[in-house]
């Protein structure tokens, strides 16, 4: 069983947590929770596991019941392992009017498994997601931080041959 003291951040993000300590009074430290989770996330594979949360919780001198509200809550945190690249394809009114369905489709034929399964090589899966805010330049997704609009099946085909080189690149670096 892994416990919070097997849990660590890097230096690297240690030096984060502190830095957005600081933007919250001392007695207000709770208000870092949801930054602190989006590190968690980043920092350990894209998701966020009971004991990584109970980490969190530990930084806050928090009960973990509170980071576990918080996590459920917010779509954006993955309570189980993802994909390597994980796309968040919107699914509501503009992009729903554009094609989303059509989107979300063309990438389970592609990938070859369902949204919410991760493909066999581990690389993509698929999140069907709820407003991502660029309803001018629907239909889009999401993967990590980068937005791609105003998708069409030639557009995905770029972007997953670039994704796929790209991990082919990463691993001979």
């Keep these: 069983m892994t416990t919070t003291t097997e849990i660590q951040f890097n230096n690297e993000a240690q030096q984060k947590v502190k ?10 430290s709770k208000s870092a929770l949801l930054p602190l989770l989006h590190l968690a996330q980043a920092e350990f594979d894209g998701w966020l596991s009971v004991p990584v949360m109970d980490y969190v919780a530990s930084i806050l001198a928090i009960k973990p019941i509170e980071v576990y509200e ?26 729903w009017m554009c094609g989303a369905e059509d989107i979300i489709q063309y990438l389970e034929q592609k990938i070859g498994v369902p949204a919410g399964q991760i493909s066999a090589d581990g690389m993509f899966q698929i999140k069907k997601v709820e407003c991502l805010g660029s ?30 080189n790209e991990n082919k690149r990463s691993r001979y670096v």
């Excluded at 830095?19 to 207000?28: G, H, T």
């Excluded at 918080?70 to 992009?95: D, H, R, W």
């Excluded at 309803?135 to 796929?164: R, S, V």
């Design 70 to 95: 918080v996590a459920t809550f917010y779509s954006m945190f993955n309570l189980k392992p993802v994909g390597k690249y994980l796309i968040e394809v919107c699914q509501t009114s503009s992009c």
């Design 135 to 164: 309803c001018g330049t629907a239909p889009m997704f999401q993967i990590g931080d980068k937005y791609y609009e105003n998708l069409t099946l030639e557009k995905i085909d770029a972007i997953l041959e670039n994704l796929k």
């Design 19 to 28: 830095e957005i300590l600081l933007q919250y009074p001392a007695d207000k």
